[in-house]
Structures are given as structure tokens and as C-alpha cells.
């Protein structure tokens, strides 16, 4: 497979390779102009190795946004890629992905559902082994990043207890699913830490006219979203004033290493929530076209392939 995996990765680059400038061109497509799409093609903006062929945008007028590529309302009407970043709800995201895998289009997504992720890369697998394509699944930061961090501290200290604490900050996910429920014109979700793992969503309604509260607030509550977290669900007259897309995470491990006990790992960040998680699925558009044929998660993939640069280079810099 190793063997296999080095083919394919040289038949693609040669294929795209500006001789003159020795810089390779990965050409990619945009599905979705929200929050995540628009910080997407930001990132790609700063990344020399990327052309953007157009966005894909299903649920907009598109007359009224004015960007510097192509915009359609089907990706058929679009030629000349590579990949498509799939910045869609996450319920939305397997049918999209089987979609384009079976045109043969490498696929990268942000999927956040964690219980569903080892079901949809099996399915996706199967679908992007028969198109002979790849799809990295779940490139956000959690799960994304955070997992290969998760990942670490167990080579680190296999034995342990590890707790991953969120926020405080806007769930991006959490505010679409809430968004979708009938009645409610604007929703905003916020998670805050309680410790060891354990938090409390904060949803922010704007309802729309005649829509009953209770209702709005059960249906909210009982969605698998945030059925598991202590949940609050507040009426407010204007949901834009609350925004703020700041976020965060806190990971401690307490483990062993050997028979040595008491080793304390931790990782810290507060971070722009669209930013980042559209900088890591750029990340993976650079690496998915360097996997052989299948669905992966973050954790699958080397890190060295998401990261600009040739592999030398690399090397002597970070290790």
C-alpha cells in the first residue's frame, strides 16, 4: 500500500506542476457560502498552491454575492477541479460527499457528528474506492485536530483518563441545528465548561412571528445535538447583538508512562471558530490528493501531507 500510495501521489503531481514555477496548482471548488465557506476561501487566498475553479451555493440569491469567482447553484455547471470543500451543515454532509465521490471529485468535509463518523467513513470508503478517489472526513478541530492531540498524549501516556473541555465559545454546529427548528428566525449556542468533560449549551432564540416558545424549546432540547448536554434555551429580541465567534478548548491527560505515574499533559487554545476550522479543511485539501483511493479520518493521514512544502524542507525545519 506504501508503494501504491507514492504512485499516486507522484501521478498527481506531475499532472499538476507549473514547470516554469515548480509550484503545484490543486484546484478546488467551494460548496457553501456561509460562516465556513467564506473563511475557506480566505485561507485559500494565502495558499499559493490552490486555484479556486468557483463556489457552489444552493440556498442564496446568488446575484447578491459578490466574490471574485464563479458562483453556481450546481456543481455540474462547474469543470477543472480537484477537490470540492464541502462547508455544509453536518447532516447534510454524507449524501454531498457520496454524491461527489461518485464523480469522481476528491472530497473534504468538516463532519462533526461524532457518533456517526466510523458509520460514514466505512460507507465513504466503499464509494471513493470504486471512483478511485479519496475523502478525508471530520477536518475541523473537534473532531480534527483535537483527535490527533487526543492521539498524542496516549503515545505520550497510554494509560489515563483524558477530558476534552469546549469553550467558552460559539458552537458553530449547534447554532445551525437550532437555526433549523420551526420557528426560530436566528439561534446562537454556546457551550460552556463545566470540567472533566462535561458542559452546558446556552441557546439563544429569535423566534419568528406566532412561533410558541415552548415548543421551539423542546424541540431544541431534544435534538441529538443536545440531548446529552445540560441545555438552557433563552428568548432574546436579536440574536446578532449576542454573536461572538470566538471559541476554544482545554485537553488534559493524567496517565502513566511505563510503570511511572502522575504524568500531566495538557493543550490549550482560544481561537476564531470559522477561521480555523476552514484553515485545517484547506490543510486537508492539500493532503486528500496525496492518499491512495478511501475515506479517512485526521488521525489516517501523515501530518507531514497537510502542510505546504517539500518534504526535505520539511523535515529540517519541524523535526
Known amino acids: 500500500m506504501k508503494g501504491c500510495h507514492f504512485i499516486l501521489s507522484e501521478l498527481y503531481f506531475n499532472k499538476r506542476v507549473n514547470k516554469g514555477a515548480g509550484i503545484i496548482m490543486i484546484k478546488t471548488v467551494v460548496i457553501g457560502y456561509g460562516n465556513i ?8 487566498s494565502q495558499s499559493h498552491d490552490f486555484a479556486v475553479a ?34 455544509t451543515p453536518s447532516r447534510v454532509v454524507p449524501m454531498v460527499a457520496e454524491s461527489l465521490l461518485n464523480k469522481g471529485i476528491y472530497t473534504v468535509d468538516a463532519y462533526d457528528i461524532h457518533s456517526g463518523i466510523c458509520d460514514l467513513r466505512r460507507k465513504l ?15 475541523g478541530w473537534d473532531p480534527g485536530t483535537d483527535s490527533i492531540v487526543r492521539a498524542l498524549m496516549e503515545v505520550m501516556a497510554p494509560k489515563g483518563i483524558t477530558y476534552t473541555d469546549f469553550g467558552p465559545g460559539m458552537s458553530m454546529g449547534h447554532s445551525v441545528v437550532a437555526r433549523s427548528v420551526e420557528g426560530v428566525k436566528n439561534a446562537l449556542s454556546m457551550t460552556i465548561p463545566l470540567g472533566t468533560g462535561v458542559h452546558r449549551r446556552m441557546v439563544y432564540v429569535e423566534l419568528k412571528d406566532g412561533a410558541d416558545f415552548a415548543k421551539v ?8 445535538y443536545f440531548i446529552h448536554d445540560e441545555t438552557h434555551v433563552i428568548q432574546v429580541p436579536d440574536v446578532s447583538a449576542l454573536i461572538d465567534k470566538g471559541h476554544g478548548v482545554n485537553i488534559t491527560r493524567k496517565g502513566v508512562s511505563g510503570i511511572t505515574q502522575n504524568q500531566n499533559i495538557g493543550f490549550r487554545m482560544s481561537i476564531n471558530n470559522p477561521a480555523l476550522t476552514a484553515q485545517i479543511l484547506v490543510s486537508c485539501a492539500r493532503a486528500v490528493v496525496k492518499q491512495a483511493p478511501g475515506c479517512y479520518t485526521m488521525l489516517e493521514v501523515p501530518l507531514i501531507d497537510m502542510l505546504s512544502g517539500d518534504k526535505e524542507s520539511l523535515i529540517h525545519r519541524l523535526v
Open 217 to 224: 424549546s423542546k424541540l431544541i432540547k431534544e435534538d441529538d
Open 125 to 139: 470508503d466503499k464509494v471513493a474506492k470504486k471512483n478511485n478517489v479519496a475523502s478525508i472526513i471530520s477536518a
Open 37 to 44: 465557506g467564506i473563511a475557506v476561501l480566505e485561507a485559500l
Open 54 to 87: 468557483g463556489v457552489v451555493e444552493t440556498n442564496m440569491d446568488l446575484s447578491k454575492i459578490k466574490i471574485d469567482y464563479p458562483i453556481v447553484d450546481n456543481i455540474d455547471k462547474l469543470s477543472g477541479f480537484d477537490v470540492a470543500i464541502l462547508c
